[in-house]
């Protein structure tokens, strides 16, 4: 939030991720200022000249929050971290629908208590296997077999069918965060 001014870093599914810029009234305003991880209906005043202009909001209407996403740390990391994989890797997708879908579904999951470190997980694997990158060729074929089994099970498993148990994902994520971090142009 800069004087006077509200900076916003939104993902669309038409568009990837766009930057805004919506001023501030002096006075007090009635609609509510949007928070993190909020979907937003927005409506752009584009510039004439330059694609990669920022633009500026001229209106939005909140369409859902997340207030859940802030009941514990653990969950609140995760959607930092979530968010921080879309906002270094998401302006340049040429389809960004399933990347947004992907998106939803991560944040979604968490509002619903699922563990957070499973969730990053398998939207860290699912973006860099969008991206085309050989996560399962390349860092999957090179865990230990205690890993490999681990990194399985959560990641064929649907979210909704895990079980909370034990096994913490925690060294298995380390390392896919490290592997995409040496191995790709993909940021995590």
Not at 117 to 143: H, Q
């Amino acid at each position: 939030k800069g004087e006077g001014n509200l900076f916003l870093s939104m993902f669309s599914p038409k568009e990837g991720l766009v930057t805004a810029i919506k001023r501030l009234a002096t006075k007090r305003i009635s609609t509510p200022l949007p928070d993190f991880f909020d979907e937003l209906e927005l409506r752009l005043r584009r510039p004439r000249t330059g694609g990669d202009s920022i633009s500026f909001v001229e209106e939005w209407r909140v369409l859902r929050r997340r207030p859940e996403l802030a009941a514990d740390r653990e969950r609140l990391e995760a959607a930092f971290s979530i968010a921080r994989v879309f906002i270094e890797n998401g302006s340049h997708l040429m389809e960004p629908a399933p990347y947004a879908e992907l998106l939803q579904l991560s944040l979604d999951a968490l509002c619903r208590g699922f563990p957070p470190s499973v969730v990053l997980m398998k939207t860290i694997y699912r973006f860099a296997r969008a991206e085309g990158f050989p996560v399962k060729e390349d860092w999957w074929e090179n865990l230990s077999l205690e890993d490999k089994a681990l990194a399985t099970k959560i990641l064929n498993i649907p979210i909704r069918d895990l079980v909370p148990d034990n096994d913490s994902p925690a060294s298995v994520l380390e390392s896919l965060k490290t592997w995409i971090n040496s191995e790709t142009e993909m940021r995590c």
